[in-house]
T-cell receptor, first 115, second 114 residues
Framework: AQSVTQLGSHVSVSEGALVLLRCNYS??????LFWYVQYPNQGLQLLLK??????LVKGINGFEAEFKKSETSFHLTKPSAHMSDAAEYFC?????????????FGKGTLLTVNP | SQTIHQWPATLVQPVGSPLSLECTVE??????LYWYRQAAGRGLQLLFY??????ISSEVPQNLSASRPQDRQFILSSKKLLLSDSGFYLC?????????????FGPGTRLTVL
């Protein structure tokens, strides 16, 4: 079975600082991985996805994530935080086998950006 | 391009009343459709998913039900709401037949049961 662990339910950074949101996964097959962002009272928006084409994945809004198989990680980074990045971020992995229509989501990390 | 709509955006209902939330997708055919609920501080909970008209899979036994009367329409219902049904309900779609099964979310419905 697949699982996702997001380390840190709340991360706080200063504007202009590096953003690092951690995600570790467990999967019995080569994973497909996703990062989503959710702004208050809105739906989730797909930031980026890893589909085995390249280990460094670039997404929208300047975010990128690196797939590291040896560490079973897919951490999300952005070199310089902006106030508009304040939101909740979810990591997800596609299920395998007969339930591969589904995604397993982490519990989310709330990012706060301080001026 | 594809778009997903949900309505209503907000809803306040008394305990014991019925519920109907609607989700429609435009610009694609034969999508996979999903209903999720977010309760405060509890992350995303998958409630139902559907890979075709009339095909509904339930993830969590409760007093909710789902239907897919048309290819791009997904409805979440309840005959009698409970206080615990309060939350933010999200509909999502994914490309049918996709290897990656990424999902795209609607704007959500905020349900408050009083």
């Amino acid at each position: 079975a697949q699982s996702v662990t997001q380390l840190g339910s709340h991360v706080s950074v200063s504007e202009g600082a590096l953003v690092l949101l951690r995600c570790n996964y467990s999967s019995s097959v080569p994973p497909y991985l996703f990062w989503y962002v959710q702004y208050p009272n809105q739906g989730l928006q797909l930031l980026l996805k890893y589909t085995s084409a390249a280990t460094l994945v670039k997404g929208i809004n300047g975010f990128e994530a690196e797939f590291k198989k040896s560490e079973t990680s897919f951490h999300l980074t952005k070199p310089s935080a902006h106030m508009s990045d304040a939101a909740e971020y979810f990591c997800a992995v596609r299920n395998s086998g007969g339930s591969n229509y589904k995604l397993t989501f982490g519990k989310g990390t709330l990012l706060t950006v301080n001026p | 391009s594809q778009t997903i709509h949900q309505w209503p955006a907000t809803l306040v209902q008394p305990v014991g009343s019925p519920l109907s939330l609607e989700c429609t997708v435009e610009g694609t055919s034969n999508p996979n459709l999903y209903w999720y609920r977010q309760a405060a501080g509890r992350g995303l909970q998958l409630l139902f998913y559907s890979v075709g008209i009339g095909q509904i899979s339930s993830e969590v036994p409760q007093n909710l039900s789902a239907s897919r009367p048309q290819d791009r329409q997904f409805i979440l219902s309840s005959k009698k709401l409970l206080l615990s049904d309060s939350g933010f309900y999200l509909c999502a779609w994914g490309p049918g037949g996709s290897s990656y099964n990424e999902q795209f979310f609607g704007p959500g419905t905020r349900l408050t049961v009083l």
